[in-house]
C-alpha cells in the first residue's frame, strides 16, 4: 500500500515538536523498546527481570504509548489512495530475501530477534537513543546511535551489493 | 488516582439538583479522564507517533535501504531535522522549568546510562534494523497499516526481548545462589 510520505523537513520539524510535546505531557522521555519489557512481563511470571526495577510497573505509559502506535499507523493508511488491506510487499528487499513466504517470515523472526535482544543490550532503540537521546545531547545515546547506523550501513550494504 | 481536590469539587457539582445532563456527562468524562490520563495521553501520543513515523516514510521498507545505500537521505533529513527542533524545544522546557502536564512535576530528562554490552548490543541491533528494514517503533505502526511481515517482526522483537530477560534473570539467581553459598562457607 503506498502511504502518503511527507518531505522529509516537514515530518522532521513534525517529530521534534512530538519529541517535545511527549516530554510537556508525561514529563519522561519517550522510548519504545522498553514497552516490550512491560509485554513479557505480563505474558510471563517466572521471568522476574521484567517484574522489578524500572519494569516494576507493567501498565507503565510506556506499554499504553506501545498500544497506541497501531492505531496512528492504521490512520495514517487511510490517507492512501488506495484501501486497506493485508499486504505482504516488501519493495526492494523482495529481491533479495528468500522468496518463499515461509524463509521470508523465518529472515523477519530472527531479524526481530536481534531488534529485541539488542535494544535491551544497548538500553534503548532508535527512538531512545537516536531520537530522544540525541536532542538531549547524551554522549552514551550519540556513541549508541553511531553504532546503530554503522552497522546497519555495513549489513545493507552486505545485503544488497553482493 | 483521582486527586482528593478535584473529586470533592465532582461531587458536590453532581450533588446540586438544578444540573443538567450535559454537565454531568462533562463532569463523568472528566473523572474518568482524571483517574486514566497517563494511560490515555499515552495512547494517544502512541498513536501521534505511529501517524508521523508512517507520513515520515519510517515504515516504508525502501527508505531503509535507500537510505543505508545513500540513495535517497529522506529518513536522514526526518532525523537531523527532529533532533534539531527537539533540542530547541527541550531547552525552552529547561528554561521556563516546566512542568508536565500529566504529573505536576518538573520535567525530567533523565538520560540513558552506559551499561555493559552497549556496544555488542546496539551492533545486533543494526544488524536487525538492515534485516528488518524496521525498528521497534515502527513496527505496530506497521501492523496498522496491514503489512503482513511486521507480524513476524514483531514475534522476534518479542522473542528477543524475552531471552534478554531470561539472561539476566538467570544472570540474577546464579549471583544470589554463589552470595549465599559464600556466606556459608
Not at chain 2, 512535576?105 to 555493559?116: I, R
Not at chain 2, 528494514?133 to 511486521?150: D, H
Request: hydrophobic share 45%.
Amino acid at each position: 500500500m503506498e502511504i502518503f510520505v511527507w518531505s522529509g523537513w516537514l515530518a522532521g520539524l513534525a517529530i521534534g515538536l512530538f519529541v517535545v510535546l511527549h516530554f510537556w505531557l508525561i514529563g519522561k522521555p519517550a522510548g519504545c523498546s522498553t514497552g516490550y519489557g512491560n509485554v513479557c512481563g505480563i505474558m510471563s511470571r517466572k521471568l522476574s527481570y521484567y517484574h522489578e526495577g524500572e519494569y516494576k510497573n507493567k501498565y507503565s505509559v510506556k506499554l499504553w504509548f506501545l498500544i497506541g502506535i497501531p492505531l496512528g499507523g492504521f490512520l495514517s493508511s487511510l490517507s492512501s489512495t488506495e484501501l486497506w488491506h493485508l499486504s505482504f510487499d516488501m519493495g526492494m528487499y523482495d529481491a533479495i530475501l528468500p522468496q518463499s513466504i515461509v524463509a521470508k517470515a523465518i529472515w523477519l523472526i530472527f531479524g526481530g530477534i536481534l531488534l529485541g535482544f539488542g535494544a535491551r543490550l544497548a538500553g534503548a532503540c532508535t527512538t531512545g537513543h537516536a531520537l530522544v537521546g540525541g536532542a538531549m545531547l547524551n554522549p552514551t545515546s550519540l556513541f549508541a546511535a553511531a553504532i546503530f547506523f554503522m552497522s546497519a550501513f555495513i549489513t545493507t550494504h552486505l545485503l544488497f551489493d553482493i | 488516582m483521582p486527586t482528593p481536590e478535584i473529586d470533592l469539587n465532582h461531587k458536590t457539582e453532581e450533588n446540586s439538583p438544578n444540573l443538567s445532563r450535559l454537565q454531568k456527562m462533562k463532569f463523568t468524562i472528566q473523572h474518568y479522564y482524571y483517574s486514566y490520563r497517563t494511560n490515555i495521553s499515552g495512547i494517544l501520543l502512541g498513536a501521534l507517533f505511529g501517524f508521523l513515523m508512517s507520513h515520515a516514510g519510517a515504515t516504508t521498507y525502501d527508505y531503509h535501504a535507500k537510505m543505508f545505500l545513500l540513495i535517497d537521505l529522506q529518513l536522514v533529513k526526518v532525523i537531523g531535522t527532529s533532533i534539531v527542533v527537539a533540542i530547541i524545544g527541550i531547552s525552552l522546557l529547561k528554561k521556563y522549568k516546566v512542568r508536565a502536564i500529566s504529573t505536576g512535576v518538573e520535567v525530567d530528562f533523565v538520560k540513558k546510562k552506559y551499561q555493559e554490552g552497549l556496544i555488542t548490543g546496539a551492533f545486533l541491533f543494526g544488524v536487525g534494523w538492515a534485516m528488518t528494514a524496521s525498528c521497534p517503533g515502527t513496527v505496530p505502526a506497521m501492523l496498522g497499516e496491514g503489512k503482513v511481515g511486521a507480524i513476524f517482526t514483531l514475534i522476534g522483537l518479542l522473542l528477543g526481548t524475552m531471552a534478554y530477560g531470561v539472561l539476566q534473570t538467570y544472570n540474577a539467581h546464579n549471583k544470589t545462589l554463589e552470595r549465599t553459598h559464600h556466606n556459608q562457607d
